[in-house]
């Protein structure tokens, strides 16, 4: 299966949206082919406001979010990685949701033997 993280990514986007506040995005600025303004990275990651005051013609793709943008004055197109996206989250109360290196792979999880049941593995999503 596709990774679940641009969908989720979408959704939370929206969510975030309908319910008035502001949608933020903390990205690997790191990875590969990401195209952020590097004077504002701090210890390899970017926080970058996406809503649509903020930004034009914002895209998200299941490959990579796309939008244009000022900094500092400057326009600049940016480009992300869908998996570059570490979390998305409303600045105002920091609901949303922390994607973890897992998120992005979708295999399957293990089935438990007979012999041996496994505790649910629980985790808190802010």
Do not use: C
Not at 8 to 17: C, H, M, S, V
Not at 94 to 110: A, C, N
């Amino acid at each position: 299966m596709t990774s679940s993280r641009p969908y989720l990514i979408r959704a939370l986007y929206e969510w975030i949206f309908d319910n008035g506040m502001t949608p933020h995005v903390l990205v690997d600025a790191g990875m590969d082919d990401v195209v952020v303004p590097r004077q504002h990275v701090e210890n390899g990651k970017i926080v970058l406001n996406v809503s649509p005051q903020a930004v034009q013609n914002l895209q998200l793709h299941n490959e990579y979010i796309k939008f244009g943008a000022r900094f500092s004055g400057q326009p600049m197109q940016v480009h992300i990685p869908v998996m570059a996206i570490l979390a998305i989250y409303a600045k105002e109360n920091g609901k949303g949701m922390v994607f973890t290196p897992e998120d992005g792979s979708e295999t399957p999880p293990e089935s438990p033997d007979d012999s041996e049941t496994k505790r649910p593995n629980l985790r808190v999503v802010k």
